[in-house]
C-alpha cells in the first residue's frame, strides 16, 4: 500500500553516521518540528558525539494534517527502516515515543518501559519518551529528565553485555574537527 502522506507529506532526512554503536528510532512530533534535531539532543546529553548514533524515522514522510500515522503506513515504511537497521547494525536502539517503541516492544506502555533497557534479538532496545512530550504535558518532564540521566550507565551496561569497551570508533585518517553543540532542550 502507499504512504498516503508521501506527496504531501514532509520529506525527512535520516542522520549519517560512519560508525554507529545507537540508533535512535522516532517519530517526529509535529510538521513544525520535522527538521528538529531532537535526537540529536538526546545524544549528545547521553555524552555521545553525533557521529556515534544514527537516526530514524519509523514512517518516511510526516503524514498529511499532523495526524498520527495509521498502521498501514507504519507497515509500510517498517521494512525500509528495518534495512537500515541490517545495513548499520547497532547494538543498541533508543526509541523515543510511543510509535517507535511498538515496533520494538509491541503489547507495552510506554508510561510502564519508559527509561528501561531490554534485549530485543540480538540487540539492546531502550524505550523512552519523546523530548517533545515534555512540551505539552509538563508533568513527564521529570521522568524524561531522569530517563536521560540514566541513558550513559545503560549505554554502558549494554557495551558490557555485548563485550565491548565502548563507542565503535572510525578508522578515518580524517582529523578531528569540532562538532557543533546542540542546545539542551531542558
Not at 110 to 131: C, D, L, N, Y
Not at 147 to 167: H, I, S, V
Request: proline fraction near 9%; include cysteine.
Amino acid at each position: 500500500m502507499a504512504f498516503a502522506g508521501r506527496s504531501r507529506g514532509t520529506r525527512r532526512r535520516s542522520g549519517a553516521s560512519s560508525c554507529p554503536s545507537l540508533f535512535f528510532v522516532y517519530f517526529p512530533p509535529l510538521k513544525s518540528f520535522a527538521y528538529s534535531p531532537y535526537p540529536s539532543a538526546s545524544s549528545l546529553s547521553a555524552g555521545m558525539k553525533r557521529s556515534e548514533v544514527w537516526i530514524g524515522n519509523v514512517v518516511k514522510c510526516r503524514p498529511p494534517a499532523n495526524r498520527d500515522p495509521l498502521p498501514e503506513e507504519l507497515e509500510a515504511c517498517d521494512a525500509y527502516l528495518q534495512r537500515q537497521i541490517e545495513a548499520i547494525n547497532p547494538s543498541v536502539i533508543i526509541t523515543l515515543g510511543r510509535y517507535s517503541m511498538a515496533r520494538f516492544l509491541p503489547g507495552a506502555k510506554i508510561s510502564t518501559v519508559h527509561g528501561q533497557m531490554r534485549k530485543v534479538g540480538e540487540r539492546h532496545v531502550i524505550a523512552m519518551f519523546h523530548p517533545a512530550a515534555a512540551l505539552h504535558q509538563a508533568a513527564l518532564k521529570p521522568a524524561i529528565i531522569s530517563d536521560f540521566a540514566k541513558l550513559p550507565q545503560m549505554l554502558e551496561q549494554a557495551r558490557k553485555a555485548l563485550g565491548r569497551d565502548g563507542p565503535q570508533q572510525s578508522e578515518s585518517s580524517e582529523p578531528a574537527r569540532n562538532d557543533p553543540q546542540q542546545m539542551s532542550m531542558f
